[in-house]
């Protein structure tokens, strides 16, 4: 599937960035504070749930997130087709 231009656009600048200082600066710019957090939480929330061991309750309370956000991360890290996170974590993990 081929993203939109604009979407695609927006890959390519996520892509061209080269250090976590300008991932962070470009980020800033891009995203209000709440953006990020919610980003960071739900990447937070994906990874609490790719270890295993907790209760999506524990996973909430220690994420700081509702249980609605672990839920909802969870659903796709499971059922959804894009598997987003499952590249993420498989990358990060190698």
């Not at 309370?61 to 499952?86: C, F, I, N, W």
């Amino acid at each position: 599937m081929t993203a939109p231009p604009a979407r695609a656009a927006l890959h390519d600048a996520l892509l061209s960035m080269e250090t976590r200082e300008e991932m962070d600066a470009f980020l800033a710019d891009l995203c209000t504070p709440a953006e990020l957090r919610a980003f960071a939480e739900r990447w937070q929330v994906a990874r609490l749930l790719d270890q295993g061991g907790k209760s999506y309750r524990e996973i909430a309370a220690e994420a700081h997130a509702s249980p609605t956000t672990v839920v909802r991360v969870a659903r796709y890290l499971k059922d959804m087709p894009h598997q987003g996170y499952r590249i993420a974590l498989d990358r990060l993990k190698a």
